[in-house]
């Protein structure tokens, strides 16, 4: 276990506003060729080549090649939470267009974090998980109890982690936008691939901004009790 961790290192690649903008842009847990990233952080190929670079040797970013192109994602689900957790802190930059302000209502609405739900649909449905009892606080980590994972089991979701994978299985994530938690980790990975197998929710263009189907407002007011209109799209 490392007990001397490099904290002003990953701070330094994080505080470069092309880099940041690159890491914020691979948040919703895809991974993107290298042209997008250096189109979303308004910067030359090649100088988004050289950022690319630092975030791979810095451990923050995975590269992975299919035939001659290459593709980045994040390294791990514990670089979207610091991601996460530094939305949370951060205060809010000012609106510039009515686009820019209809993007930020989809992504407080709903949107990935990584590869699981957030927003306030995120929100909400822990929040209901909670009231069932099907998960219980522990720490900074959430519990799955019995009835919830015979619950969850037949529903159809695979609520086993994968032992090969060294990660939390029901994390306790501060939203940014809510300023509360949602269900993070492997459970909440499995949660929000159920729901896009269902077809319960579906990305928006553009972005990893969440719109949540008529066939799962239905859906999650039939498994969950969840009022229709918390979940109503904008």
């Known amino acids: 276990m490392e007990i001397n961790p490099n904290v002003s290192a990953i701070a330094a690649l994080m505080g470069d506003p092309s880099r940041l903008a690159m890491l914020m842009g691979l948040l919703g847990g895809k991974a993107l060729p290298a042209s997008d990233l250096a189109h979303a952080a308004r910067v030359s190929p090649q100088t988004a080549s050289a950022h690319l670079a630092k975030l791979v040797e810095g451990g923050l970013l995975a590269q992975e090649k299919y035939g001659r192109h290459k593709y980045f994602r994040l390294a791990a689900p514990e670089v979207a939470h610091a991601l996460e957790s530094l939305l949370a802190i951060a205060p809010p930059k000012p609106v510039r267009s009515l686009r820019e302000s209809d993007e930020l209502q989809h992504l407080r609405h709903a949107r990935t974090c990584y ?13 209901r998980l909670l009231e069932l009892r099907y998960l219980e606080p522990s720490g900074q980590d959430y519990v799955l109890s019995p009835q919830g994972e015979a619950k969850l089991r037949s529903w159809g979701m695979d609520v086993h982690a994968d032992p090969k994978k ?15 938690h949602h269900l993070a980790g492997s459970l909440g990975a499995a949660l929000a691939m159920r729901m896009f197998e269902l077809k319960w929710i579906e990305r928006r263009p553009n972005g990893r901004a969440i719109r949540v189907t008529e066939e799962g407002i239905q859906g999650l007011h ?13």
Do not use: I, P
């Open 115 to 127: 590869d699981h739900l957030a927003g306030k649909v995120g929100v909400a449905l822990t929040d």
């Open 166 to 180: 060294r990660r939390h299985y029901a994390r306790q994530c501060l939203d940014w936008s809510e300023r509360r």
């Open 222 to 234: 039939r498994e969950f009790g969840l009022s229709a209109s918390a979940f109503a799209n904008l």
